[in-house]
C-alpha cells in the first residue's frame, strides 16, 4: 500500500532526503503544476511519497558535482548563491523593471563588501570609494553600492537603460509619488468606465473559468500530461479550437477591435487597440506631474504594465513571435488562456509594487552619489557628462579617482539591447542606438563579430583608465567561451590575475568568469 504524507510531512521528509530546505509551499508548488499526484480533500491533502521520490531522484545527485564536471574542480561554488531564494536575488529595486542578462546583487556584494574568505582573500572596495559600471543595464552595482556606502557611476548607450538605472536610486518624495499614482488610476478607471472592455473581460474570464474547470482540472490535468497519459499538443489545441466559439460570439457582441489599423511600429504590431488607447491615455496624465523624478517613477511603472500587456502568450512573454488577439492553449498553465484587454490590473499591481520596493530600498541606502550617464562609454568624458548632472560629484571624481570597475559587458550575439525595450522607445521618444551596442545580437557570433567585440572592449577599458587610480581593480562577469578576454586585457594594457568559475544556475548559459586586473 502507498504511503501517504501530508503536505507537512512531504516538506519534512524532502528536506532530509534532499539535505535542503524544501517549504510546505514548495509541496504545494508540486501539487498543483501535476509533479506529484494529490490525494484527499481540502483540508486533509496528501501526496504520495513514491511519487516524490521519483521528482527528486534526479536531483538527489550534487548539482555541485555536475558543474564541476562542466567547468572543473576549480569551480567557486560560493558564487553560485544558491542558497538564495528568487525573492532575494530580486530584493527591493532590483525587479522595478524586467531586464534581460543582469547579474544578480549578491555577486555585486560579495566583491564591492568588506568580507574576506578562501577566495576573496583582499578587501576591493571601502566606504565612500567610487566605482564604475560601463555597461550600467539596469543598475544593479549602483544600487549594490549605494546600499554599502560607496559612490558609483553607471554608463550606458541606452537611453531607457540608463532611466532605469537613475530611477532605481534616485531618493524619491513617496507621497508625491504616492499621490500622481491615485491620481492617474482614478482617472483610468473613469476612462475605462466609458468603454466595454472591463464588461468584455469579466465575462470572458466566467466563460473561461467554467470551460478550464470541466477541460483542464487542477490538478489532475496537469498530473496526467506530465505521465504522457494526455497527448497535451492535440487535446490543447483541440479544446482552444472548441472555445474558440465563445470567444469570437463575445468579441462581436461586446465590439471588441483586436487590432489596430496599421503595424508601422513595435506599438501599433503588438497592442490589441483598446490596450493601445489606455497607454496613450496613462502616458498623457504622466505629462502633467511637475516633480521630474515622480514624472520619470511613474514612467517606468506604465513601461513595466505595457510590457506585461503585448499582444503574445504567456510561453513567448520573452522572446516574441507573432502577435496574439485570440484564446489559446496555454502550455505554461495547462489551460486556455487569453490575452489582455486593458491594462489596469498590472497597472495597479506594479504602481502598488514599486511603492513597495522604493519604500524597502529607502530604509537600506546610505548617503551617496549615484549617477548613470547615457553615452558610448569607449569614448565618453566622464568627467564633463558627470559636471552636467552633478558638479560636486564631478569634483569628488576629478580629485578622488575611481577605485575600480564592477561590470558585466554584454555577451557577444547574445541580445539586442535596445530592442529587448523598443515599446518604451517607441512610447517615449528616446533616441536609440542600436549601432554602437558592443557585440548585440544582430551582428552574430562570426570572426568579425568577435573581432569587434574584442576592440570594443579593449576601447572601455583603455577609456575607463582615464579616471580610475593608480591601483585599481577591475572585475568583469562574462561569459568567454571564446576565450577573448585574455585579448582584451593585454590590449588595455591589463592582466588578468584571478578568474573565479561560477556556474549560472537561473540562466542558459553555463559559464561566467569575473576577471580582475
Known amino acids: ?25 514548495n509541496i504545494s508548488y508540486l501539487i498543483q503544476y501535476g509533479r506529484v499526484k494529490k490525494m484527499g480533500d481540502k483540508g486533509s491533502i496528501q501526496v504520495v511519497k513514491e511519487d516524490l521520490i521519483e521528482y527528486y531522484k534526479d536531483q538527489k545527485k550534487s548539482r555541485q558535482e555536475e558543474w564541476k564536471d562542466q567547468l572543473g574542480e576549480d569551480l567557486n561554488w560560493a558564487l553560485s548563491f544558491e542558497q538564495y ?37 583582499e578587501v576591493y572596495f571601502k566606504t565612500g570609494d567610487i566605482v564604475y559600471d560601463p555597461f550600467s543595464g539596469s543598475g544593479t552595482t ?36 504616492q499621490t500622481e499614482i491615485n491620481r492617474i488610476s482614478k482617472e483610468l478607471n473613469l476612462f475605462l468606465a466609458n468603454h466595454k472592455t472591463l464588461a468584455f473581460e469579466d465575462r470572458l474570464l466566467k466563460e473561461l473559468n467554467i470551460f478550464n474547470n470541466k477541460f483542464f482540472p487542477v490538478p489532475d490535468y496537469k498530473y496526467k500530461v506530465k505521465r504522457k497519459e494526455i497527448d497535451e499538443k492535440s487535446y490543447g489545441n483541440e479544446k ?20 489596430q489599423d496599421k503595424e508601422d511600429s513595435f506599438l501599433d504590431k503588438w497592442y490589441t487597440q483598446h490596450i493601445r488607447d489606455e497607454i496613450q491615455f496613462v502616458f498623457d496624465e504622466i505629462k502633467k506631474i511637475k516633480s521630474l523624478d515622480t514624472k520619470k517613477i511613474v514612467s517606468v511603472i506604465l513601461s513595466r504594465t505595457i510590457r506585461s500587456c503585448r499582444a503574445t502568450t504567456h510561453a513567448d512573454l520573452a522572446t516574441l513571435i507573432e502577435p496574439v488577439t485570440t484564446t489559446y492553449y496555454c502550455s505554461k498553465h495547462g489551460k486556455i488562456c487569453k490575452p489582455l484587454f486593458s491594462i489596469f490590473k498590472w497597472w495597479e499591481t506594479y504602481s502598488k ?48 579617482k575611481i577605485k575600480g570597475i564592477f561590470s558585466s559587458p554584454p555577451y557577444v550575439g547574445l ?19 542600436d549601432e554602437l551596442e558592443i557585440g548585440p545580437l544582430f551582428r552574430g557570433q562570426g570572426r568579425e563579430a568577435k573581432q569587434s567585440y574584442i576592440q570594443g572592449l579593449s576601447d572601455v577599458l583603455n577609456n575607463a583608465k582615464k579616471y580610475l587610480v593608480e591601483d585599481f581593480d577591475i572585475f568583469l562577469v562574462a561569459n568567454d567561451k571564446y576565450n577573448m578576454y585574455p585579448t582584451i586585457a593585454e590590449n588595455a594594457g591589463m592582466q588578468i590575475v584571478n578568474q573565479y568559475k561560477r556556474p549560472v544556475l537561473n540562466r542558459t548559459e553555463n559559464e561566467n568568469y569575473a576577471i580582475a586586473a
Not at 553607471?154 to 537611453?159: C, I, L, M, P, T
Open 240 to 259: 482552444a479550437k472548441e472555445f474558440m466559439l465563445t470567444y469570437n460570439k463575445l468579441v462581436t457582441e461586446y465590439n471588441i477591435k483586436l487590432r
Open 415 to 433: 541580445i539586442d539591447y535596445h530592442e529587448q525595450h523598443a515599446y518604451a522607445y517607441d512610447l517615449f521618444g528616446f533616441e536609440r542606438k
Open 85 to 121: 531564494k528568487e525573492a532575494e536575488t530580486t530584493k527591493h529595486v532590483h525587479r522595478l523593471h524586467p531586464y534581460k542578462g543582469k547579474f544578480i546583487p549578491q555577486l555585486v556584494e560579495y566583491f564591492l563588501d568588506k568580507h574576506t574568505d578562501k577566495f576573496k582573500k
Open 142 to 177: 549602483m544600487v549594490q553600492a549605494c546600499e554599502l556606502g560607496i559612490h558609483a557611476v553607471g554608463n550606458d548607450v541606452s537611453a531607457f537603460n540608463a532611466l532605469i538605472g537613475n530611477c532605481k536610486v534616485t531618493k524619491y518624495n513617496l507621497d508625491d509619488v
Open 353 to 400: 509594487d514599486t511603492v513597495k520596493r522604493l519604500i524597502e530600498f529607502d530604509k537600506l541606502r546610505k548617503e551617496t552619489f549615484n549617477i548613470c550617464l547615457t553615452g558610448d562609454s569607449r569614448n565618453i568624458d566622464i568627467i564633463k557628462e558627470l559636471d552636467k548632472k552633478n558638479p560636486n560629484f564631478a569634483k569628488l571624481v576629478e580629485k578622488q
Open 1 to 25: 500500500m502507498a504511503e501517504l504524507l501530508s503536505i507537512k510531512e512531504a516538506s519534512q521528509w524532502a528536506s532530509k532526503y534532499l539535505e535542503k530546505n524544501v517549504t510546505t509551499s
